[in-house]
């Protein structure tokens, strides 16, 4: 496997790959790396010749400097994790690299997919995902890119940022690894205290009863939404940052329990804000 921190050399190593008519994937990463992004890396391998992880905790998509000073890092059991899975090469830039000092940098936002979720309770966040994604875009210059559908509005805004500026990638989203009890993989897992990690599970646990609420006959969106918000609260130490239901498309919000919805949450469980999301198939009203 190799390791790459700098441009040149990831580039010259591109070069030869390509020469060899090699079909690249590409999975980026901010390192902390678990099952999840191993399964990023798995779907890779099995459609393209060559997979590139990159590790790099982009410091302009953290809207609190507290998470970004807090986000775990773990580069040398990365690494390792890496070479297990095959990987071909981790690209592994420092943030001078990333981010010139004498760079001017350049903001971009998809206004009508960020105004909901994430990209309201996270002014900015997107705006520095798209930074670094096209960038890494660029430098890895991939077949195909493999994200976690666990971050879905991530998934879904970088997939219209390569449709509309016509980048030559296809997008691939990877269904959501979870926890024997459901909680969905992150590396901000780690930071929850062994009490807070029970409560986390009510977040999967919520997802079931949205299910089954639905399918008992219940179609009020805003009695729907209550029973899941006070089913969540249950929890100790738990805050709600959103629990909002959205077309999964348009990321728009729905007004009726109607056909193909994405009902999506962000919760503080202590310190750390955790995500998740599910595309619920409602019976047509
Ligand atoms: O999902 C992540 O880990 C990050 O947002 C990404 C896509 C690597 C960009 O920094």
């Excluded at 890396?41 to 998470?67: L, W």
């Amino acid at each position: 496997m190799i390791v790459a921190s700098e441009i040149s050399e990831l580039k010259k190593i591109l070069s030869t790959w390509k020469q060899n008519g090699d079909s690249i994937g590409f999975c980026p990463t901010m390192g902390t790396l678990h099952a999840g992004h191993m399964d990023l890396v798995e779907t890779s391998k099995k459609q393209c010749s060559k997979t590139i992880v990159s590790i790099f905790i982009n410091p302009t998509q953290f809207n609190d400097p507290k998470d970004f000073a807090a986000y775990p890092k773990n580069t040398d059991a990365d690494l390792k994790l890496c070479e297990e899975k095959g990987v071909d090469l981790v690209f592994l830039p420092n943030v001078d690299v990333m981010y010139p000092k004498t760079s001017t940098p350049i903001q971009m936002s998809i206004p009508s997919l960020q105004s909901s979720l994430c990209g309201r309770t996270r002014p900015g966040h997107f705006e520095g995902v798209l930074q670094i994604v096209a960038k890494l875009f660029h430098l890895t210059e991939p077949n195909f890119a493999f994200f976690g559908l666990k971050d879905y509005q991530q998934f879904r805004v970088i997939s219209a940022m390569v449709e509309e500026l016509n980048f030559p990638i296809q997008v691939v989203g990877v269904p959501t690894k979870r926890e024997s009890d459901g909680l969905a993989m992150s590396s901000r897992n780690l930071r929850l205290t062994p009490k807070d990690r029970e409560t986390a599970s009510l977040i999967p646990r919520m997802f079931q009863l949205a299910k089954k609420t639905i399918m008992g006959g219940e179609r009020d969106l805003k009695v729907w939404k209550e029973i899941l918000t006070d089913f969540l609260l249950t929890g100790m130490n738990v805050k709600i940052d959103y629990l909002e239901v959205v077309d999964p498309i348009t990321l728009q919000p729905v007004t009726n329990l109607s056909g193909k919805i994405l009902l999506a949450t962000a919760v503080f469980v202590g310190e750390v804000r955790l995500i998740d999301n599910e595309i619920l198939n409602c019976p047509p009203t």
